[in-house]
């Protein structure tokens, strides 16, 4: 009788940002949706979430995509972690502080870098290459390099295979440096599919003894940095919105600046300096089309009467999509509406 192979991921504890974790259970039959995934547990001792005389932390699944790299049996099961309750949510489950909101949209563009022996790939072993300036969405030897291309393809196919709603991808400034970018409707979809397409790029690099290069700025200088926009709209902003909510919505932004900052990723005053197409950290700033500012407002925003969707430039590509999202949406609940 064949088996079934569920992957059960989740975040350990480790701050300031949680890392992957998963392991296989065996089931004989084929799950239909996440209800049919079991709770499970795990040794938090392990992953920073107990103390070892007490280390049962408990899995809840909350998602289910199909895993075609492991054959056509195969399932990851993402997780929240629970208490041995099941019901409280571990201090480390940030998923839970997401405000549940089907109407809510996010699209996340993340970047990173693909190195190895602790270079980008296709940098030389010592010093530097060109500068920037042809690697952006280039193509060619010189450009990109020789398995790169191929990790970010097979990359791609299993995330569509999984369900992902990928939006595109691309090389990116930064020689070894690329992009994905995820939309999802509902507040807590986006980061549940961004989560499980890092998981799926880091095993996937595995087999290239490649490693993804998740912090924000590997490297000083000329060199840019990683982010990820983060693109956010709520039922309200979309069909109601308009000039004074904008304003307004700008102000509580300009307010919670800090707030923001804090839930973004760590290390961020190394990419926030006012260049490279960034806003410096302690400056909040908005703008029409702007690149250079915290918030960028798409033409399409105003040419519709103020109302769609907006983009935060200054979350980066280490950052806790959970976080981000969670700290988004307590700021525009405290704008009022209508
Ligand atoms: P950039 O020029 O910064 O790369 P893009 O226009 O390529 O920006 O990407 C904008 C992203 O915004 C899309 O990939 C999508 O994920 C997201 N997006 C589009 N419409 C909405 C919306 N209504 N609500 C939330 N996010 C959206
Ligand atoms: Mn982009
Ligand atoms: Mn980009
Ligand atoms: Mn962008």
Redesign the pocket.
């Known amino acids: 009788m064949a088996k079934y192979k569920l992957e059960y991921i989740w975040l350990d504890g480790y701050q300031p940002v949680p890392n992957l974790r998963g392991k296989t259970r065996l089931a004989d039959e084929a799950p239909k949706s996440v209800e049919d995934c079991p709770i499970w547990g795990f040794d938090g001792s392990s992953t920073q979430q107990a103390e070892g005389h007490s280390s049962d932390c408990m899995l809840k699944p909350v998602g289910l995509y199909p895993d075609v790299d492991r054959g056509d049996n195969a399932y990851i099961v993402l997780c929240e972690v629970m208490m041995p309750d099941c019901e409280t949510p571990h201090p480390s489950n940030m998923r839970a502080t997401v405000e549940n909101d089907p109407d809510t949209?996010?699209?996340?563009?993340q970047e990173y870098f693909l190195f190895q022996n602790k270079r980008p790939l296709g940098w030389p072993t010592d010093g530097f290459p060109s500068p920037q300036g042809e690697y952006y969405t280039g193509v060619g030897y010189a450009n990109v390099g020789n398995v790169a291309r191929e990790i970010v393809e097979k990359h791609l196919d299993l995330c569509l295979a999984a369900g992902i709603n990928h939006?595109?991808i691309n090389a990116e400034v930064a020689k070894g440096q690329w992009?994905f970018?995820?939309?999802a409707?509902g507040s807590r979809k986006?980061a549940d599919d961004l989560w499980v397409a890092r998981y799926l790029l880091l095993r996937l690099c595995e087999k290239y003894s490649v490693d993804v290069e998740w912090h924000c700025k590997p490297f000083l200088g000329d060199w840019n940095g990683s982010g990820m926009?983060c693109?956010?709209?709520t039922k309200y902003?979309?069909e109601t919105g308009g000039e004074k909510y904008f304003k307004h919505l700008m102000e509580v932004f300009e307010r919670n600046k800090d707030e923001h900052i804090a839930a973004y990723g760590p290390d961020n005053h190394l990419r926030l300096t006012g260049l490279h197409e960034t806003q410096s950290i302690d400056k909040f700033s908005w703008g029409i089309a702007d690149?250079g500012a915290s918030i960028?407002v798409?033409h399409s925003f105003v040419n519709n009467g103020y109302k769609?969707?907006?983009?935060d430039?200054r979350p980066n590509s280490q950052g806790d999509p959970y976080q981000i999202a969670s700290r988004i949406l307590r700021t525009i609940s405290e704008v009022p509406t209508g």
């Open positions: 949209w996010f699209g996340f563009e939006e595109g992009e970018q995820i939309f409707k986006c926009h693109n956010f709209s902003m979309r690149r960028r798409p769609g969707y907006l983009e430039r």
